[in-house]
């Protein structure tokens, strides 16, 4: 009698599969090369919010250790000099604080411990001192533990730029550098003042702190201005460093103290991103001004890929190599974020990592012969891989964790192809074509379109929980890079900088009339769905075409006018559409959406964020009633304590519930 065969049957993914997603957040190389620490970040669906622990790689043993337990958030790693250490932040107790462990085992312990914010995380060359930049929460300051979570009687507000997306209102305390004697937990401010001091850098010696502050008469109203500063470790006066105004991030000293490089450019009007971020190198003491490493490389050098499993932190890592000739950096170009090196001097980029993926973030140490990176396509959220740092490292990575296996092993995901289609005059736009887990093409599909958001940002070959579980539910999902996207240069970028609907519209509708003459798809059953930017083309699209069945926005802008003041920067706007609404209506008038809701007949989800200060929820509150006067067909879910980026790493429930108000609208118009 032959022996009984037990096939493992693979299912489709769950809404609820979110809580067994794991995400590599944060990574870092020791000095000797031997160890990698990395963060592991999950969702405790008891607890109903995310913990991240440490972690590290021994390559002489070649497996992973578990360093730190318990429902905290674990971030900002970084190894002491010796390698003996690593020293990183935790919110632990509604605190955040410094933490110290040894490599070789045992209990971590605070160093360091406050009701703020901090930021980055260094060790002085001497290992004797950590440097960091921190702002204190305006509950720090009251002594009364019961009175820190109240209200206070009024706010005076005497700036513009007074609250934040994802902060709130902003903390009374600017953001300052520090240094904290590890031994005595002895804190010393090396800067002062009351303008934000951030992103230090230490130079090779640790006798110097670079970081980056904004020197101009109303930094609010350049608020995309970062000026570069040099400051003795023990503090004093801060000497200002040749670079032109404009936004910069990343600081790094050369090996040999003589340099610092960033990532930014030299124009302060570019509020939505269009113009490429690039490596900028200046001189310490020198009386030339910074200059652009790579003039000529017509793409960003910073990860633009959107994924729906972090925050967007437009991560923009950058590293010296050894020897001070090269510099290593992510690049987002069409679809995909890859690792490149450039030499300083001929700004030719080499390929470290690349193909159909997206590196999320990577580290490099000591003699840089290896490199560690968080790696992701579009079955894998994130893994830990390690690669030589030559031409065509990838053909040589290893795969180091396995975090999420059970998608491989327990789920059956869709198939995403990515396919290019034309655009009405002829442009060739790149889509990914997301099919259901057991497809067939003898079907007849109900289809969604989503719109990303940004909208300089990207879709990319990354994983998508929410592609893949709405495709689950039996949709063919499509997402496209319209013109105004990121990953295809400048000129791409800046299209919609004039007319902020008419090309991006013109290749949607390209993308939907690529969807209807697909066979397997029922042309008369297509949704559309985006957020923000994504959010503001639904309901451009809903009040210029009435060929989808149904439409989702989400957190979208409605109008530009209201905006201005509304919005958190909102006064940006100012130099996306060449001034302010009292000084031309007409013109902000054209490109809102508000003007032609009178036009719409697609029934219309509206979902927004009540804690939402990028785009507010007042929009969604005018655009609900409008419609509704109207009579049109439209119905308005709100989540209470979230701010805009609820889809990505909002509270784990909400999430759950945003997915399925989606899923449900869809299957009530769709199916």
């Not at 110097?208 to 201005?225: G, H, I, M, Q, T």
């Not at 929980?465 to 990121?486: C, D, I, K, T």
Request: aromatic share 12%; glycine share 8%; charged share 25%.
């Amino acid at each position: 009698m032959p022996p009984v065969s037990f096939k493992h049957k693979r299912r489709s993914i769950t809404d609820r599969d979110l809580f067994r997603i794991k995400l590599i957040s944060t990574v870092s190389m020791s000095p000797s090369e031997r160890h990698i620490a990395y963060t592991v970040e999950r969702i405790e669906p008891q607890e109903n919010r995310y913990v991240a622990n440490v972690f590290v790689y021994d390559s002489a043993e070649d497996r992973s250790t578990q360093y730190t337990f318990g429902p905290h958030y674990d971030s900002r790693i970084a190894w002491s000099p010796d390698a003996s250490t690593i020293a990183f932040v935790s919110t632990r107790n509604r605190k955040t604080g410094i933490y110290i462990i040894p490599v070789k085992g045992g209990a971590e312990w605070s160093v360091f411990e406050a009701e703020a914010t901090i930021g980055e995380l260094l060790w002085t060359p001497d290992g004797k001192h950590l440097v960091f930049d921190l702002r204190y929460h305006d509950s720090h300051f009251v002594n009364d533990e019961q009175k820190k979570n109240d209200e206070p009687v009024c706010r005076h507000i005497t700036r513009l730029y007074y609250r934040m997306e994802g902060v709130g209102f902003r903390p009374k305390d600017p953001w300052q550098i520090y240094r904290l004697d590890v031994a005595s937990g002895k804190l010393q401010k090396i800067t002062t003042g009351n303008r934000d001091c951030q992103c230090p850098t230490l130079s090779p010696d640790g006798r110097w702190v670079a970081f980056l502050s904004n020197c101009s008469k109303d930094p609010d109203l350049e608020c995309f201005r970062q000026d570069l500063f040099v400051i003795s470790l023990q503090g004093g006066r801060p000497h200002l460093i040749a670079a032109p105004p404009g936004p910069k991030a990343s600081l790094k000293f050369s090996p040999n103290g003589k340099l610092i490089a960033y990532i930014g450019h030299d124009n302060l009007h570019d509020p939505c991103g269009a113009i490429n971020q690039h490596i900028w190198v200046a001189e310490i003491g020198g009386k030339p001004k910074a200059h652009d490493v790579m003039p000529s490389f017509d793409r960003s050098a910073r990860d633009l890929s959107l994924t729906d499993l972090a925050n967007v932190q437009l991560r923009s890592p950058l590293f010296w190599s050894a020897d001070g000739r090269r510099l290593y950096y992510l690049c987002s170009n069409t679809g995909v974020t890859n690792l490149y090196s450039m030499s300083i001097l001929d700004g030719k980029p080499v390929k470290i990592f690349a193909g159909k993926c997206h590196i999320k973030d990577f580290s490099v140490s000591g003699k840089c012969r290896m490199v560690a990176l968080i790696y992701a396509d579009l079955a894998t959220p994130s893994e830990l891989l390690l690669c030589p740092t030559k031409f065509g490292g990838e053909r040589e990575a290893k795969k180091l964790t396995d975090v999420n296996a059970f998608l491989r092993t327990d789920i059956k995901i869709g198939r995403t192809r990515d396919v290019t289609f034309h655009s009405s005059d002829g442009t060739k736009i790149q889509g990914f074509l997301l099919t259901p887990p057991n497809f067939s093409p003898r079907r007849n599909y109900p289809a969604i379109l989503e719109i990303h958001g940004g909208p300089r940002l990207q879709y990319a070959y990354t994983f998508f929980h929410e592609m893949q579980f709405l495709a689950a539910q039996g949709y063919v999902v499509f997402y496209s890079n319209p013109r105004g996207s990121a990953g295809r240069g400048f000129t791409w970028a800046d299209t919609i900088s004039s007319c902020w609907a008419d090309f991006a519209y013109q290749d949607l509708m390209a993308a939907a009339d690529y969807l209807e003459k697909q066979r397997f798809i029922d042309g008369k059953r297509i949704g559309v769905t985006g957020g923000l930017y994504g959010g503001y083309m639904t309901n451009w699209i809903i009040g210029h075409t009435d060929r989808f069945r149904a439409a989702v926005t989400q957190r979208g802008i409605v109008d530009f006018a209201s905006m201005v003041g509304t919005s958190d920067v909102g006064y940006i706007w100012a130099d996306v559409l060449g001034g302010y609404p009292w000084d031309m209506p007409e013109e902000y008038a054209k490109w809102s959406p508000i003007t032609y809701f009178r036009n719409v007949k697609t029934p219309v989800l509206i979902l927004h964020n009540e804690q939402d200060f990028s785009s507010r929820i007042d929009g969604a509150e005018r655009m609900y009633v409008m419609l509704k006067i109207l009579g049109k067909t439209v119905e308005f879910v709100r989540f209470p304590g979230e701010s805009h980026g609820l889809s990505r790493h909002g509270r784990p429930d909400r999430r759950i519930a945003r997915l399925n108000w989606i899923l449900k609208w869809f299957d009530k118009y769709l199916k």
